[in-house]
């Protein structure tokens, strides 16, 4: 194919591109620069091509028969193009030849970066040469499967290319750092790509607040936040990234912290290729919703990853003696020494983080990285005490520390005064003592800094606030979570504390590009906005010849709490072998569950249920019901028994496994099964989320602005 072809033309013209890194005349920087453009050019050609097969439906292609079809409009049709495994590979090899632009640029360093960045682009490009992006079928074909439903939503059109711009400008940043040790140039770039570090922190931020709206308001996961290990991934970059920003005052004024500018970059391309990778592995299936499984892959992407992490380490170890000839122009004082130490503890969280990745490898179970998360948390917690506690004796600020603290003892009153149930919750007095540092770190921030109105200090007060209300919506959150499963039939009203709800007598049913969706619009009474009109629905669809249903939750976002709602494909009755279930003022219990195959593979079913009203053990009813299987599993005979206790019919619908049966009753075919969370706090996630974004954009505007200015004042 033409687009494949021009997929094979860059990696060759890359590879000539690296062999003329090395020739030291000025011919060969200028065959680099004519390489590298040749590479770049080819590869958007190739990008536009496979954006163009989606755009005009050309389902002979595998990759747009298996991610798209008809029903899409133009913007769900690009957004498909990068929803596979070829599509995410090539929109990092597109955001890679932007930072291969940049690097032309360097007049000083233009070989050796070219020569880093071309690696890491022939490194992604024949991954996705073996992932065939063009692979196309024998036969015409008419219409495609479709995008997963999971990913069918505005955010897949900016979500992950914000992930592959941060971590294209993290490949640059160590490969810069890497061409600088190559040419012996040690430190002197360290302050010119600066700005690389605080887009990559932009893209980060923006792709894991993006992301968690994105699961909190789709997904019936029931949070903003799972520690999914693509999840702690990105926060494991973000607070690596984060550490350096907070290292370059050391390194500008005392020369201090200097060598991680070298290894953390080695840590950036190591773990943005290692998560990458580990979720194509197959490895990882069962643990994330990230997942491009390929298990063919496993070996040669480890082998990828520990090249990555082996060469440049070795080629760092043989130079350290260098580096490490140029001595700091000042000791530090304890009071920076303590701050150093400080900005130290964000890199211990990224390790953590990282290794909490990495456990479910070979574990096979996340669960057991639970004990990593809490540790995590509890290290998060200690370093923002610490740098808190930093702050104010660096500063000396005696009069901001009694404001900051009055703000802080009012917030905490505020907070206790709209959630009561925080004074019944375990460990109060550490959520009191959390709730209230993280009261005095947001309001030291804006004490501080509220006077001084440009563009760095309103981001530096925005993104530095955002972790003290991401504190609070946690430590509000978390203990008060609660949830209830309701019955909701038509024109009757339910009530689940000061909530309403009522289910409206009408069904809408629409078509999706792949199967129907059915909504139940739900009329909530809320003491805090009043009646709202809420639709959840359920996604039917097959894929793959398997058939699903999808819970679209329905959201309603409060200043107190938040409300998540639920629905359920099904509203019968599980019971396990001696476990008693409360439905509808009815306790039921199965009694005796009996399974045993006889002639041609047919199976016969038995199974002894009592009932009785809730507090009435005296009104007990025991009913026997049996059933025959095909071997296809399909039930021939009719299981249904009349309940006097229940004074309605008792079907016996499916067997979940031996000793698990699902049972339902008629009326229990016009409710319909809806879980409703109740997340107090959320309000804080929320604004926190959007604060880090007008930050980190802030400071990067601040960071565009002095350019603009030199070059205003050369002109005047």
Not at 81 to 97: D, E, K, M, P, Y
Not at 321 to 341: A, G, I, M, N
Request: aromatic share 16%; glycine share 6%.
């Amino acid at each position: 194919m033409v687009g494949t072809f021009f997929l094979w033309a860059s990696l060759a013209t890359a590879w000539m591109g690296i062999l003329f890194c090395f020739f030291k005349k000025e011919n060969g920087r200028k065959w680099v620069f004519f390489f590298v453009i040749v590479s770049v050019v080819f590869v958007f050609i190739a990008f536009g091509m496979y954006v163009y097969v989606f755009v005009q439906n050309q389902f002979q292609y595998v990759n747009v028969w298996n991610h798209s079809n008809r029903a899409m409009n133009s913007l769900q049709l690009i957004a498909c193009s990068w929803s596979g495994q070829s599509g995410s590979l090539f929109l990092w090899l597109l955001c890679t030849q932007i930072t291969l632009l940049i690097a032309l640029k360097d007049t000083l360093l233009r070989n050796e970066i070219s020569f880093f960045l071309l690696l890491l682009h022939s490194i992604i490009l024949i991954l996705l040469l073996q992932a065939q992006p063009f692979q196309t079928h024998s036969m015409q074909i008419a219409d495609g499967i479709g995008m997963n439903p999971v990913l069918s939503h505005p955010l897949m059109v900016t979500h992950p290319p914000f992930a592959f711009v941060s971590y294209a400008f993290l490949g640059l940043y160590c490969s810069v750092g890497m061409g600088a040790l190559l040419k012996k140039q040690e430190f002197h770039w360290i302050s010119r790509y600066n700005y690389a570090l605080y887009i990559a922190l932009f893209g980060l931020t923006v792709t894991m607040v993006l992301g968690s709206l994105w699961a909190y308001e789709i997904t019936g996961w029931g949070g903003y936040w799972s520690f999914d290990p693509v999840e702690s991934g990105s926060l494991s970059l973000w607070f690596s990234v984060l550490m350096l920003i907070h290292l370059y005052p050391f390194f500008q004024k005392w020369q201090k912290g200097r060598i991680w500018f070298y290894w953390i970059p080695i840590f950036f391309v190591f773990s943005m290729f290692y998560v990458s990778f580990l979720i194509r592995s197959g490895l990882l299936e069962s643990f994330t919703a990230h997942t491009y499984a390929q298990g063919s892959l496993v070996v040669v992407l480890y082998g990828i990853v520990v090249l990555l992490l082996l060469v440049p380490s070795i080629f760092l170890w043989r130079n350290y003696p260098r580096l490490s000839l140029t001595p700091c122009k000042k000791e530090l004082s304890k009071v920076h020494q303590w701050e150093f130490f400080t900005i130290l503890m964000l890199g211990f969280l990224a390790i953590l983080l990282f290794w909490q990745v990495t456990l479910p490898v070979f574990t096979k179970q996340i669960q057991l990285s639970d004990v990593l998360i809490q540790i995590f948390v509890g290290f998060f917690l200690v370093t923002v005490t610490l740098s808190l506690y930093r702050l104010f004796w660096v500063k000396q600020g005696f009069s901001i520390f009694l404001k900051s603290n009055a703000l802080a003892l009012l917030g905490v009153l505020f907070l206790y005064w709209q959630y009561p149930g925080l004074n019944d919750i375990p460990h109060a007095l550490l959520s009191a003592y959390v709730l209230y540092i993280a009261f005095l770190w947001s309001f030291y921030w804006v004490v501080q800094y509220i006077k001084k109105m440009t563009l760095r200090s309103l981001g530096m007060v925005f993104v530095h606030v955002a972790i003290g209300l991401l504190l609070i919506g946690v430590f509000v959150n978390t203990p008060l979570l609660a949830q209830e499963v309701v019955f909701l039939t038509p024109d009757t009203t339910h009530s689940v504390g000061p909530y309403l709800f009522s289910q409206k007598n009408e069904v809408d049913t629409v078509s999706m590009y792949i199967g129907h969706k059915k909504t139940s619009p739900i009329v909530c009474v809320s003491p805090y906005s009043g009646t709202t009109i809420l639709q959840p629905s359920l996604w039917h669809y097959s894929r793959n010849f398997i058939n699903y249903s999808l819970p679209i939750p329905a959201m309603l976002f409060q200043w107190k709490e938040d409300l998540q709602i639920i629905p359920f494909a099904e509203s019968g009755i599980l019971l396990e072998e001696d476990e008693v279930v409360l439905r509808d003022a009815y306790e039921y219990q199965l009694l005796d569950f009996e399974s045993a195959a006889f002639e041609k593979g047919f199976v016969l079913e038995k199974a002894s249920i009592r009932i009785h009203k809730s507090n009435q053990p005296a009104s007990a009813e025991e009913i026997h019901m049996q059933r025959i299987l095909h071997p296809s599993g399909k039930q021939l005979t009719h299981a249904s028994v009349y309940s006097n206790v229940a004074e309605d019919y008792v079907h016996w619908v499916d067997t979940m496994d031996k000793g698990s049966i699902v049972l339902m009753l008629d009326r229990d075919q016009m409710q319909n099964k809806f879980e409703i969370r109740f997340k107090p706090g959320m309000f804080w996630v929320r604004s926190a989320y959007w604060l880090l974004i007008l930050g980190c954009l802030f400071l990067i505007l601040s960071l565009i602005m002095k350019p603009l200015k030199k070059m205003k004042k050369r002109v005047q």
